[in-house]
């Protein structure tokens, strides 16, 4: 017996990929979703009957295919013209310059193109290449449902009517994009970090396509590696009562392992390629983090060598004030907050929790307090007020 | 093919290059404009003088109404353009940031209208 749930669960799994291919085969992101919607509701009727067919994912991409092409016959009749010139740019498969084949990656590529708002590559990648509904995405990012439809019928008559190609970028152009296909994915995964845990998860599945398509890409190793040991402490983050817990007072017992080891010898994979990026080294920062059974045995060297290199390749203060932490653990957190003073990251509200911990541990109650207010202030998180709330009633009963 | 306009945005009150500066700077556009023919992507590309020198004609009841100036003193005003046909966005993006580069000014990319 076949039910709803296992069709559910083709749908999510096969969906991006389904699109991908009617959109070269149509040259339209709309008429592709509609033949694959179309595809999945004659599924929904026939697989009860019938059973789950041998390649899910190839029979919906053949009845999604049919069923375009009946549809463009008929309209053939009414709209001759309109028809012949929506056939005319089917067969001819776009220019290949890039060196992946897979549609899929075609599709991520013009999702995330730089010419389209980012919120609006963030919402076209999970609708078009993770399956997420419209009212999926938008509860995720908490704006009404119809502000985030109009974002996408806007981004996709965008890509029509400019001309966004759909094909992976050459190779001169590889780089840069692909920076912007992670950032897309990195993007998502953050959200769900303090928002949707759901959008952690397609984040990762994200992340996992891109490395199988690109698996000669350390940066894309290294992202999703960086996800998987972020991920695995979820488990331990958060108290019972939703509060936030600090890394140091985790329970590590708690921790995933095996995203742990997934999530290492990712790190040992991509860094052995000896083209180290700043995915790569984050990701390396959360191994070492990883490594230790205990807080007080973590490796803060090896922590703080990681963070110079992270500072060689992607200079700038939030990276500078994370170094900061590392240094207060080698070298105490008087020099740590030499460091920390001299950056112009105001608005942050890590940037105060710093400030106040390195203040506190200083021995100077007064201004730590004064610094946890003002990270109070500026977090949106309430999981993060919580653990500063308490922080600053400990600083203050001293 | 695709035709794109690619305007050439001159934000209002920045003060004009010194004579040298201006001399390179249309030594460079002259440049891409001959690359732009060479490559077969050239259509039309012109400098238009100050938004002081415009004169607006407005329909009203079936008669035209003229005016002094531009349609709206605005941050910026286009300074110039330049018509291309290009394969697609990127394209388009490519010689975009080329202007941008010989005009020293920042360039909106836009497509037109497909007739078919």
Redesign the interface.
Known sequence: MTGTADIEAVFRAEYGRAVAVLVRFLGDIDLAEEAVQEAFTTAVRKWPETGVPPSPAGWIITTARNRAVDRLRREATRDA?HAE?ALLHAPDPPPEEGPVRDDRLRLIFTCC?P?LAPQARVALTLRLLGGLTTAQIARAFLVPEATMAQRLVRAKAKIR?????YRV?RDA?LPDRLQGVLAVVYLIFNEGYTGDPGLCAEAVRLGRLLAELMPDEPEVTGLLALMLLTESRRPARTDAGGALVPLPEQDRGRWDAALIAEGQDLVRRCLRRGRPGPYQIQAAINAVHSDAPTADATDWRQILRLYDQLTALAPGPVVALNRAVAVAEVDGPAAALELVDALALDDYHVFHAVRADLLRRLGRATEAAREYDAAIRLTESAAERTVLERRRREVAGR | M?YYLLSVVQPTGQERPAPAELERIMRQVEEFNQELRDAGAWVFAGGLHGPETATMLRPKDGDVLVTDGPFAEGKEYLAGLCLIRA????E??DWGRKAALATTLPIE???F?DE?
């Open positions: 013209r010139a193109h010419a009517k400019a001309r966004i190609p970028p152009d | 695709t394969a697609d966005l990127d388009a993006m990319v836009r497509p209208v078919h």
